[in-house]
Structure formats: structure tokens, C-alpha cells
């Protein structure tokens, strides 16, 4: 679980992925959303 949270963050962190188009933005903020869920 560490590095899959680990990947998200990763992911999360990167301005060039919310760039990318509408889809991958809200996918990125899903993986945001669960990061938030794991850490907290």
C-alpha cells in the first residue's frame, strides 16, 4: 500500500499531468481524492 500511495502522491504532485486534457484531470483528482483518504 505504501508505494501505491507513494505513486499517487507522485501523481497528485505533477502539474504537467492536470495539463494534459479534461479526462486525465479527473482522474488525477480521484488519485488526489484517495491520496487524502490514505493519509488521513
Given amino acids: 500500500v505504501d508505494n ?3 505513486i499517487i502522491a507522485a ?3 505533477k ?3 492536470t495539463k ?3 479526462f486525465v484531470q479527473k ?3 480521484f488519485l ?3 491520496y487524502i483518504s490514505y493519509t488521513y
Fill in 11 to 13: 501523481v497528485a504532485q
Fill in 4 to 6: 501505491f500511495v507513494d
Fill in 27 to 29: 482522474i488525477n483528482s
Fill in 20 to 22: 494534459s486534457g479534461p
Fill in 32 to 34: 488526489y481524492f484517495i
Fill in 15 to 17: 502539474p504537467n499531468v
